[in-house]
Antibody, heavy 121, light 110 residues
Framework: QVHLVESGGGVVQPGQSLRLSCAAS????????MHWVRQAPGKGLEWVAV????????YYADSVKGRFSISRDNPKNTLYLQMNSLTPEDTAVYYC??????????????WGQGTLVTVSS | QSALTQPASVSGSPGQSITISCTGT?????????VSWYQQHPGKAPKLMIY???IRPSGVSNRFSGSKSGNTASLTISGLQAEDESDYYC??????????FGGGTKLTVL
């Protein structure tokens, strides 16, 4: 059974950094692309970043490019999101989600429960 | 990376059919057959309903169907049920190798 568990969320001040983690289980983690998707309170879904199965070429939404960095540790079955220079507009629930075997297909059926990041002074 | 355009809300009565549109450009919806649809109930993680424009994952009711014409994709729900009341989001692969979501549509079952 596929299981994705995010951690690392919390309250930070503008300009600070935070690193989110996502522990994966129930599937061969090293085979799949992985995504981060966020949702601001009362708003819609916003795709954040994707990393392919081998961690090679990563892609980011324009809104986070240059500030956020996605990475993965395949032996540890863990996905990360390093978030720097945070602003109040980054306040959201951050979801870790599995991609399809092909990165082009986007986010698959498996999502974590989300972790809340609040950026406030 | 502009969000795909969805109607803010749609409604229908039980048993009826409704269609939610998702309009993009030739660089996303129109350029690839990689459109997905998600259902999200309040406080829950999204659930994948359709991928690759029209493929239903295992376990998703066949009352849900997807299609695409040009730069617009559509999700149709037939035989509306009270449990279908939810928020629905489309997403698409883009020419920049990114993913873009629609703004979301709130479905009300009257």
């Amino acid at each position: 059974q596929v299981h994705l568990v995010e951690s690392g969320g919390g309250v930070v001040q503008p300009g600070q950094s935070l690193r989110l983690s996502c522990a994966a289980s129930g599937f061969t983690f090293s085979y799949y692309a992985m995504h981060w998707v966020r949702q601001a309170p009362g708003k819609g879904l916003e795709w954040v970043a994707v990393i392919p199965y081998d961690g090679s070429t990563k892609y980011y939404a324009d809104s986070v490019k240059g500030r956020f960095s996605i990475s993965r540790d395949n032996p540890k079955n863990t996905l990360y999101l390093q978030m720097n220079s945070l602003t109040p507009e980054d306040t959201a629930v951050y979801y870790c989600a599995r991609g399809h075997l092909s990165m082009l297909r986007g986010v698959d059926a498996y999502w974590g429960q989300g972790t809340l990041v609040t950026v406030s002074s | 990376q502009s969000a795909l355009t969805q109607p803010a809300s749609v409604s229908g009565s039980p048993g009826q059919s409704i269609t939610i549109s998702c309009t993009g450009t030739s660089s996303d919806v129109g350029g690839y057959n990689y459109v997905s649809w998600y259902q999200q109930h309040p406080g829950k993680a999204p659930k994948l309903m359709i991928y690759d424009v029209s493929i239903r994952p295992s376990g998703v009711s066949n009352r849900f169907s997807g299609s695409k014409s040009g730069n617009t994709a559509s999700l149709t729900i037939s035989g509306l049920q009270a449990e279908d009341e939810s928020d629905y989001y489309c997403s698409a692969y883009t020419s920049g190798s990114t993913i873009v979501f629609g703004g979301g549509t709130k479905l009300t079952v009257l």
